[in-house]
């Protein structure tokens, strides 16, 4: 019987790729960085923050080019409104449903816990996540299964009992190295052969579809 469900945040839960694009643009145009298209910036979402900028400047990606471009992004998206980032249609409805059923709901990405925190106080201040895994730079990033095994050993549930939901191949690949199910999402940034991955247990056109594997 599954007890817990692990969502991936951007991409699977919120639509927020226009609001980090946008703030990385600005912040590489500021410092003479070439800029980027947004069907490409597609390619380099999954990673944590510093493997997206050490992909965003190409061959300039040095470490002190790297460190500036995320101080500057950080300057940017923190006083940004964040008004393009929303959650996906039906996706507060699924969370709602699955905590009335009794299940433990949590939160496993590669972005901060502090901004997972804020946009779940925003929009979904009546599910109760059990635990918030985001990026912490002290433990390994997804793929690397490091955030799963600390909330399955903190509400003490086996593997077996766990599904994870997201939406690319990142998400296939930390599901895989965890040992746990998982759930992909047709409405985020992945692509064909995610939704075709041997892996999975699925890939899902609507929100409301997740259900039926609980």
């Avoid at 992909?184 to 692509?191: A, D, E, M, Q, R």
Wanted: net charge negative; with cysteine.
């Amino acid at each position: 019987m599954k007890r817990l469900a692990i969502f991936d945040f951007d991409g699977t839960i919120f639509n927020s790729v226009d609001d980090v694009f946008i703030c990385f643009n600005k912040a590489l145009e500021l410092n003479d960085f070439a800029t980027w298209d947004y069907d490409e910036f597609f390619d380099i979402l999954g990673g944590n923050i510093d493997e997206m900028v050490s992909l965003i400047l190409r061959d300039r990606n040095t470490p002190e080019n790297i460190d500036l471009i995320k101080e500057e992004y950080a300057r940017f998206y923190n006083e940004s409104l964040k008004e393009n980032s929303l959650p996906f249609p039906g996706v507060h409805e699924v969370l709602r449903e699955l905590q009335n059923r009794g299940m433990l709901i949590a939160i496993n990405s590669n972005r901060s816990n502090d901004s997972i925190e804020y946009f779940a106080e925003r929009y979904f201040t009546d599910i109760d996540f059990a635990v918030i895994e985001g990026h912490n730079p002290a433990y390994p990033s997804k793929p690397r299964p490091c955030g799963i095994k600390k909330m399955r050993k903190k509400l003490d549930v086996s593997k077996e009992e766990c599904i994870y939901i997201g939406d690319s191949s990142t998400d296939i690949q930390t599901a895989q190295n965890a040992g746990i199910e998982c759930i992909i999402v047709k409405w985020g940034y992945g692509n064909r052969d995610d939704w075709e991955s041997e892996y999975i247990m699925g890939a899902v056109e609507t929100p409301s579809e997740i259900l039926k594997y609980f």
